[in-house]
Each structure stands twice: as structure tokens, then as C-alpha cells.
């Protein structure tokens, strides 16, 4: 039996990696998978049972009673979230209990489904380092807050653009200088900045990218 095919699409909070790696799923008829709404809702979970996201044993112990159901969640898209989500993916016990499932994802991508695209930080570097093509999506800070801002607005949670750049640049702090598995970019991933695309020209560009890489045509 051939290998699925495998894309690995990391990036910085809020670059777009998400939108472009349902797309790209879409366009080649992959499974895929929002690897980063795995950490978010460990971390709902730790916060809803009155745990510390920042205590390693609080956020294991979510991680290993692990509710699929949760990603489906709107609650895991809300700010204080995405802050608690970056806060148990720091504890290696965490990013260990949700790595075998990552992997199945792409080794058996659901549905039969002759590929898998897959989105997060640790994707090209750590849960695929094989994939077949490996896409680094990212945009200036600003660019990123603004953007989750309005995705935030449109949620109906109030705050300001100037707070929201603030989380951005902590959680990037964080995401990339945390000891286990940290944002980077892998050596052979290809780089895609947004900032100064429309999201229709940031599809293109990733879905072309990724056909190149795989021979492949899109749907
Ligand atoms: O949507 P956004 O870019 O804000 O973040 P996300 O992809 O939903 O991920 C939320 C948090 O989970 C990130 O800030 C990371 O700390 C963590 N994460 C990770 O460590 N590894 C992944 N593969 C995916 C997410």
C-alpha cells in the first residue's frame, strides 16, 4: 500500500494556517486535522476543572482524560482559550499523551481519504518530520492581531486590537521558546508571509505550493 500523502502546514498564532490548511484539504480531497484545537481543549478542559493550565500535573491530567467531543466546541476559540491552550502545550507530559493521535491522523488519514493535512507549530518538525511537503505560514504581528481581533469581534468578545497584539507576541514568546518541541521553521518547509496577501490569494499561493510539491492537480 502507498503512503498517504502527508501536509505539514505550521505557523505563528493567528497567520492564517488554519483557513489555508482547510483549503488545501479541500482542493486535493485530504483529511484534516486542526492539531492546535487538540491543545486548546486540553486546555478548557484544565480551566473547567478548576486546574491551572500552567501546572504540568493539572494539564496531564486533562490531556489523558481527553474529550474529542471538545474540539467542536466554540469555547475553545475564545481568547482566554487559545491563552490556556499555549500554557499546557508547554508541558512535554501534554504534547506526549496527543502525539500518537496526530500520527494515526496521517498514517490512516479518516474517511479513507487518500492524504492528510495537518496544522499546528510542531507539525513539519516533530509529529510528521517525513511529510511530503511542509508549509510555514506566517505574517507580521500586526497583520495577525488584526485579524484575530476581528475574528474574536465577530465572536462577540470585546477587547481591544492593542490587547490582542499583546497576547500575540506572548504566546509567540512562548510557542517558540518553550524546551519541548518549540515553533520553528523545519529546515525543508516552504515559507509563505501573508501579510500583505487577501486570504484568496493566500489559498492560491499554498494550494499551488502544495501541487507542485505532490505533482498533483487540484480538485
Ligand atoms: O489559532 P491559533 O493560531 O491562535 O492557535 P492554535 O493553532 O489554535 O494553537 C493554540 C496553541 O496551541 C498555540 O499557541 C500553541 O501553544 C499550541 N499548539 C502547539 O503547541 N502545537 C501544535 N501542533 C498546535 C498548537
Redesign the pocket.
Known amino acids: 500500500m502507498t503512503r498517504p500523502y502527508v501536509v505539514a502546514i505550521d505557523g505563528p498564532?493567528?497567520?492564517g494556517?488554519?483557513t489555508l490548511a482547510k483549503r488545501v484539504a479541500e482542493a486535493f480531497e485530504f483529511a484534516y486535522l486542526d492539531?492546535?484545537?487538540l491543545?486548546?481543549a486540553v486546555g478548557v478542559a484544565t480551566l473547567r476543572t478548576g486546574g491551572d493550565p500552567a501546572h504540568p500535573q493539572d494539564a496531564l491530567h486533562s490531556a489523558l482524560s481527553f474529550d474529542l467531543n471538545l474540539v467542536n466546541d466554540p469555547a475553545i476559540r475564545s481568547r482566554a482559550a487559545?491563552e490556556a491552550?499555549?500554557q499546557v502545550?508547554a508541558h512535554p507530559g501534554v504534547r506526549d499523551a496527543l502525539l500518537a493521535f496526530q500520527r494515526d491522523f496521517s498514517r490512516v488519514p479518516p474517511g479513507g481519504a487518500p492524504g492528510a493535512v495537518l496544522d499546528?507549530?510542531?507539525?513539519g518538525t516533530v509529529?510528521c518530520p517525513n511529510a511530503h511537503v511542509k508549509l510555514f505560514v506566517t505574517a507580521s504581528s500586526e497583520a495577525r492581531a488584526h485579524r484575530r481581533w476581528l475574528e474574536l469581534r465577530r465572536q462577540g468578545e470585546a477587547v481591544e486590537e492593542a490587547q490582542v497584539l499583546q497576547d500575540i507576541r506572548n504566546?509567540d514568546a512562548?510557542?517558540a521558546g518553550r524546551a519541548s518541541?518549540p515553533m520553528k521553521i523545519a529546515d525543508d518547509a516552504l515559507l509563505l508571509d501573508t501579510t500583505e496577501l487577501s486570504i484568496e490569494e493566500a489559498v492560491s499561493s499554498a494550494i499551488a505550493l502544495v501541487a507542485n510539491a505532490l505533482r498533483l492537480q487540484p480538485k
Open positions: 498564532a493567528a497567520s494556517k488554519g492539531t492546535g484545537s491543545y486548546r487559545g491552550a499555549s502545550a499546528g507549530r510542531d507539525i509529529v504566546r512562548r510557542d518541541a
